[in-house]
């Protein structure tokens, strides 16, 4: 599934590559083919000769070709189809009016250059029956038409390819997203405790079914309340330590006589909010580095009181002496920060003690 | 066959003796719940299989491995792979996943028999190596490796086309090797008899040694007139 993505993500750098050898045969070819038809057109109709409808339509087809190309770059450098479509119309609408014009001047001017009249031959062959403003007006159209042919092509791709791009660019972002979420997930459902507490309840179904059958159920608490959990939620501190109990009861299972639980919760306490998960990421930790590293166990202790109009909670647990201390915080104590802060910005504190030796401290301090 | 059953957690334990009843040939002479208890049950038990837990209480499955000097057939268990056991080379140990799936265990268990022969018990030379560098680790079969190489307090392992450090001496390596196989070529330098290609006189006395693998060991002259007499058809 997460391969139908990249099966459109053609390496970019061949993409462009492609598009601009596009770019350049279409360039050529229409350039070259209007300089075909407007020169042959001049000598058949108008009777001009070959050297001198070359040099006239020569030099507007390169002169077209030149300002198309330097508008293109204009385009691409000025980000034009990122616009809003208002602001792309008035910009393209000016290129257009600029660009017409540019070539109409430059037609005159080389017509009265070759052939001493501002109306090219061809064109003076085609209206003939106009009097000659109206023929130097039609030129002028001419010139607007072979604009607007180029402008429309050109936008005509450009607005597919960028549309593709997008389309592709979006299928990339879903895709990181996705996975971003899928090692958030894998790290909330904490492998390492899930088959630990599985294998617990599979010893337990022989003997102990009744353990076994709580067991279970307190499986099934953890983990809906672990997918339940929305980033930015808030719950009490009583119906998170709910799950901070039944984890901690299967943590028991394997763990046995080495965890003993110490709680010293306030009434008030328990009202107030926290982030949802994040006791427990703390309990998590003080398990992971701490009790489950000593041989002979030891005592978790939670607190939590309030006091001037602050919520504080303490995790204390012992760990082993002569671990070095981690030279990161680790990504659960990180999310947790971040996650704080920008709940409660800088009102809220998470600080991990490591300074006892023997001892670990997580202390929370938000405002209750 | 004599199996120890090392894990910290006793249920986990009761589990695993629970799976292992059904079969006959596997007879569990100890339990250990941490890596000194289960060094020493090692030690003194002699179990031919561990069944060895990899995360546990101070210090882990591998950290045991690598302080055995006799290792018996280990067979991994673990809840959850974050070691990458189970990218292990296969076959010179075998990983079970918790819960453990009772014929995933009697697969390992028929592996096992299969590939029993050659007894190996305390006191003989050292067979295997457990080597862990970095995020890497190996079952070295001693014989296999063509020079152990002095580096600092630690051993550089010449093996194939790898070269991982082992965590002790050359000289307390030296004692463990079969002296029928290994010698010592200078002060640096242990070499696997059986991978010599040729040698020749060296300048005052010393002798070149080339290697299977290209390599070229100085056997000092010192240990030369042993080298010599030792090979001397």
């Not at chain 1, 090692?183 to 076994?212: C, T, Y």
């Not at chain 1, 005592?299 to 109009?309: G, P, S």
């Not at chain 2, 630690?154 to 307390?172: C, F, H, M």
């Amino acid at each position: 599934m997460l391969d139908s993505a990249t099966g459109l993500s053609v390496p970019r750098s061949r993409q462009r590559v492609a598009t601009s050898v596009a770019y350049w045969a279409l360039q050529f070819a229409g350039w070259g083919l209007y300089f075909r038809a407007q020169a042959s057109g001049e000598v058949i109709f108008a009777d001009a000769s070959w050297s001198q409808a070359a040099t006239l339509w020569g030099g507007v087809c390169v002169s077209g070709f030149t300002l198309t190309h330097l508008l293109r770059w204009i385009i691409k450098r000025g980000q034009w189809l990122s616009l809003p479509p208002s602001a792309l119309l008035i910009r393209m609408l000016l290129a257009i009016a600029l660009l017409a014009s540019t070539l109409h001047v430059i037609t005159i001017a080389l017509s009265l250059a070759e052939y001493n009249t501002s109306v090219a031959p061809i064109l003076g062959a085609l209206y003939r029956r106009l009097p000659p403003d109206e023929q130097l007006f039609n030129q002028f159209i001419n010139s607007l038409i072979v604009t607007l042919i180029w402008v429309g092509l050109y936008l005509g791709f450009a607005v597919q390819r960028h549309r593709y791009d997008a389309q592709v660019h979006r299928a990339e972002l879903a895709q990181l997203l996705n996975a971003a979420e899928l090692r958030l997930l894998k790290s909330q459902l904490n492998p390492h405790f899930l088959f630990n507490a599985l294998n617990g309840v599979r010893a337990l179904i022989a003997d102990e079914p009744a353990r076994a059958q709580d067991a279970v159920t307190r499986l099934a608490h953890t983990l809906r309340y672990t997918l339940a959990a929305n980033d930015g939620e808030l719950v009490t501190v009583a119906r998170e330590l709910e799950m901070v109990n039944d984890y901690l009861a299967l943590e028991g299972l394997r763990l046995a006589d080495r965890l003993a639980v110490v709680r010293d919760i306030a009434p008030e306490a328990a009202q107030a909010r926290v982030p949802v998960m994040l006791i427990q990421t703390l309990i998590e930790n003080a398990i992971k580095h701490g009790i489950a590293e000593l041989k002979e166990g030891g005592t978790l202790r939670i607190e939590a009181h309030v006091a001037n109009a602050e919520l504080t909670i303490q995790i204390i647990n012992p760990r082993p002496i002569s671990a070095p201390v981690p030279h990161t915080q680790g990504t659960g104590l990180n999310n947790s920060s971040e996650r704080i802060r920008l709940l409660f910005g800088s009102r809220a504190s998470l600080r991990l003690d490591l300074s006892r030796p023997g001892v670990a401290t997580a202390e929370v301090r938000l405002p209750a | 066959m004599k199996a120890l059953i090392v894990d910290d957690e006793p249920l986990a334990r009761r589990e695993l003796r629970r799976l292992l009843a059904a079969h006959r040939s596997i007879q569990i002479v100890g339990e250990a719940g941490d890596i000194d208890e289960a060094r020493e049950r090692i030690e003194s038990l002699a179990p031919e299989v561990v069944f060895l837990d990899i995360q546990m209480p101070g210090g882990t499955g591998f950290d045991l491995l690598t302080r055995l000097d006799w290792i018996p057939r280990i067979i991994f268990t673990t809840a959850y792979d974050r070691y990458g056991v189970t990218a292990f080379d296969v076959n010179a140990l075998d990983y079970l996943l918790k819960p453990i799936e009772p014929e995933r265990l009697a697969v390992a268990l028929d592996k096992l028999r299969a590939t029993a022969g050659g007894e190996t018990h305390k006191g003989s030379p050292l067979e295997q190596l457990f080597v862990r560098d970095g995020p890497r680790c190996w079952f070295i079969p001693v014989r296999d490796v063509s020079v152990f190489s002095a580096e600092g307090n630690y051993v550089r392992i010449q093996w194939g086309q790898e070269r991982p450090l082992l965590g002790r001496s050359l000289a307390a390596l030296e004692s463990k090797l079969d002296p029928q196989r290994f010698f010592r070529a200078n002060r640096q330098q242990i070499i696997n008899l059986e991978s010599i290609r040729s040698m020749e006189l060296g300048v005052g006395g010393r002798l070149h040694v080339q290697l299977n693998d290209g390599r070229e060991v100085q056997i000092s002259r010192r240990q030369a007139r042993q080298f010599r007499e030792r090979t001397t058809v």
